[in-house]
């Protein structure tokens, strides 16, 4: 087998060559940096629990288990009906070292069962639990 060593088939090797390793050197460092996905454990509310629309509630969960480092640490609450999570959080821009933050349920919201779902480093949904209608 032979090689093609001629002046254009080593141009353009070097040019594959050099556009790989470039690739490879602007690829950003968190995406090379090894990263600690943190879904932490939704303590409250519980299936239990019964919110009221547009009443205040302690959102909390376990942060027993954070590693070091956290690659979002800030945190969105979501309600989330059936298999839809709303598109508007009812909290947001907390720190999810915190564990916990106060949510207020809006007051358009249906009542029915729904969980909570905690977005940062990573998403995680609590146990079903229903809120009521305002009295």
Same mark, same amino acid.
């Given at each position: 087998?032979s090689v093609n060593t001629s002046p254009r088939a080593? %141009? ?7 556009? %790989? ?25 519980? *299936?239990?629990? /019964?919110?009221?629309?547009?009443? *205040?509630?302690?959102?909390?969960? @376990?942060?027993? *288990? ?5 690659? =979002?640490? =800030? ?10 999570? !709303? *598109? ?11 564990? !916990? ?7 358009? /919201? ?10 940062? @480093?990573?998403? =995680?949904?609590?146990? !079903?639990?229903?809120? @009521?209608?305002?009295?």
């Amino acid at each position: 087998m032979s090689v093609n060593t001629s002046p254009r088939a080593l %141009l353009t090797s070097c040019f594959v060559l050099l556009t %790989l390793l470039s690739c490879a050197l602007c690829a950003p460092l968190s995406a090379v940096m090894r990263r600690d996905v943190w879904v932490p454990t939704i303590t409250c509310p519980t *299936s239990d629990s /019964t919110w009221t629309v547009g009443k *205040s509630f302690l959102v909390t969960w @376990d942060t027993s *288990s954070k590693p070091a480092e956290v690659t =979002n640490p =800030n945190g969105e609450i979501y309600l989330r009906l059936g298999d839809e999570t !709303q *598109s508007s959080p009812i909290a947001s821009g907390f720190a999810l070292a915190d564990g !916990q933050v106060e949510v207020t349920i809006p007051t358009d /919201t249906t009542p029915d069962q729904y969980r909570v779902v905690l977005f940062g @480093d990573s998403g =995680n949904w609590s146990d !079903q639990f229903p809120i @009521d209608a305002a009295t």
